[in-house]
């Protein structure tokens, strides 16, 4: 088939909702799309250890102890999913993570944000897994195999990480006086970052109608977003805290709720490099793969002995 | 499950002597626990963040029931017991509360606790406290997969590069003198092996050096001298990094006296 054939193929197996699978020829643009995005969640999931890890060894009983440090091992195999997932696409796992340290590939903004009390623990898990999944559960049906697979399973483990964030708010929001007010403070400072995980509004979305296109995309940012904010207003009064936007109320006429304007100044602000950790993120990153250098050189190493000696290699546990 | 009495939840020691034992072994799983989770998003590869939180996991859901289980002889809770308690009241062994070092420490530190705890499981699996044998139990079949990953490190790190080969070594060095604290048998240990609880903890040593100098040969490693022997930590007595580790663990805790979490 020469690619004129190929191409015609490709978007009949789009047209008809198939799956495009590594092997499959595809435009080089589907291709790179998607190596950006893929490589994009990955590096997501890997930095958004931090934050939380941030707490582990703080935590205030060893039942939330154990959650976390469950929560943050899943986010660790969420990334190397993901990277697998990637890989398929013939990018290594070595090439994404120097273009990460390098500042060519990103990373979700709302990670740029500090972990200053407990609840945010807490408010992680709520409103950032819980807008993850908002945006994730749609790509369990994207047109690229290997990635609506990973999505799949990655659901499913971010559906409890988020009931067991909005458990834990809801511990801290019915506590001690103090307990209840760091779970609204911390509220306070997440609600506007986890509608900004959406991204920036759909009428200054340029890549969006080419991923729709592809059957990579579902659905816009505006409806993500609204999908979003949907689910939270009645969680929050469950929870008995307060969405810190006086904007918020519902509209009959639309069957939704109406929010507030977001800031996309600070978006675009943490885009660049400028909010609170961008700097720390990176160089926490940076550091543990330098400082790990020589123990992945060791591996290599072993394993190339071995394989000399036509040993067989003990497997990377 | 080996008899009714150990699938009765709140279930509580015979007397203060078991109780005591299983807060030791509590209080190692949990400190171990604690240094592990530390390298949370700095380790050398994402299979080892993965990897070593798992462990940490493990060894915090056995400090969970081991606490739980020996508290409940006092009315204290595993939480009463981590957070509320001082530096001279945690039993651990000092390898334990050890700082992490490079990977190559943290690895080394791994097998040699790793291997003992392994050996001390095995044993306690017939233990005449139907609790801890069931306990052990459950924890024999993760603490087997600690020592197949903290093995396969040792033999990669140390037969690896010149300059692993070379760190490894320091870190056995500097590791292995902790290590005799693991097999000095007291009066608690001595009267657990009287009843039949728990083995003398000298008893366990052949298999345990067997076992590890068996990794570390073949990882081209050199077995430091038994000179010094550092212990203390079944008396309270810790390690100066010990207190800045429990400040940390305990202080959030402590600031919300009596809250719910
Ligand atoms: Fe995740
Ligand atoms: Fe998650």
């Known amino acids: 088939m020469d690619t004129d054939q190929q191409q015609v193929a490709f978007d009949a197996l789009i047209a008809s909702d198939g799956r495009v699978e590594p092997r499959d020829w595809m435009p080089e643009g589907y291709r790179k799309t998607l190596i950006r995005q893929i490589a994009q969640h990955a590096h997501s999931e890997i930095i958004g250890m931090q934050p939380e890890g941030n707490w582990i060894t703080r935590a205030p009983s060893l039942r939330r102890k154990a959650i976390l440090l469950a929560k943050v091992q899943d986010e660790a195999g969420h990334g190397l999913y993901l990277y697998s997932a990637a890989e398929t696409l013939g990018m290594s796992r070595e090439e994404m993570l120097d273009l990460l340290h390098a500042g060519r590939q990103r990373y979700s903004s709302i990670f740029n944000y500090p972990t200053p009390t407990w609840a945010d623990v807490a408010a992680i898990g709520w409103l950032v897994d819980g807008a993850a999944i908002t945006n994730q559960v749609p790509l369990t049906r994207c047109s690229y195999g290997p990635y609506a697979r990973a999505m799949i399973r990655i659901c499913k483990e971010e559906s409890f990480h988020q009931r067991q964030g909005f458990e834990s708010q809801l511990q801290l929001s019915n506590g001690t006086p103090e307990q209840h007010a760091m779970a609204q403070d911390a509220i306070d400072r997440w609600w506007w970052p986890s509608l900004m995980m959406f991204g920036p509004p759909d009428d200054d979305s340029p890549n969006s109608a080419q991923s729709t296109a592809w059957g990579i995309k579902r659905f816009s940012n505006d409806e993500l977003r609204q999908r979003f904010v949907d689910i939270c207003v009645p969680q929050a009064q469950t929870l008995g805290l307060t969405l810190p936007d006086p904007d918020l109320c519902w509209n009959a006429e639309r069957g939704h709720y109406d929010y507030g304007v977001i800031d996309w100044t600070e978006f675009q602000q943490v885009l660049k490099g400028n909010g609170p950790c961008n700097r720390q993120r990176i160089a926490t990153r940076r550091q543990a793969h330098s400082d790990g250098a020589w123990v992945r050189e060791a591996a290599a190493a072993y394993a190339a002995k071995k394989q000399a000696a036509g040993a067989t290699v003990p497997v990377a546990a | ?261």
């Open chain 2, 1 to 261: 499950m080996t008899s009714p009495v150990s699938e009765q939840p709140g279930a509580a020691p015979a007397n203060a002597d078991v109780a005591a034992y299983a807060i030791r072994l509590g209080d190692d799983a949990l400190i171990l626990s604690h240094r592990l989770s530390e390298w949370t998003a700095h380790a050398p590869q994402i299979e080892e963040d993965l990897a070593l939180a798992n462990i940490a996991l493990d060894l915090l859901g056995q400090a969970r029931t081991l606490l739980a289980y020996g508290g409940a002889f006092s009315g204290r809770s595993e939480d009463d017991l981590a957070y509320l308690r001082e530096e001279r009241q945690f039993t651990n062994l000092q390898l334990t509360e050890i700082e992490n070092g490079d990977f190559a420490v943290t690895m080394i530190r791994q097998l040699l606790f790793s291997c003992y705890q392994h050996e001390l499981y095995r044993d306690l699996e017939s233990s005449t406290d139907a609790q801890l044998a069931a306990i052990a139990a459950k924890a024999v079949k993760e603490v087997s997969y600690h020592v197949e990953h903290a093995s396969t490190w040792v033999l990669r790190l140390g037969d690896g590069t010149e300059l692993s080969h070379d760190r490894t070594q320091a870190a056995l060095d500097a590791v292995w003198p902790y290590s005799h604290e693991l097999f000095v048998d007291d009066e608690l240990v001595r009267r657990m092996a009287d009843s039949g609880v728990g083995p003398l903890p000298s008893v366990l040593r052949p298999a345990w050096l067997g076992a590890v100098q068996d990794v570390l040969t073949e990882a081209t490693l050199v077995l430091p001298d038994d000179d010094w022997q550092p212990s203390g930590g079944r008396n309270g007595l810790h390690t100066e990094g010990f207190g800045y580790l429990l400040a940390e663990m305990q202080h959030l805790h402590r600031s919300h006296p009596g809250a719910q979490w």
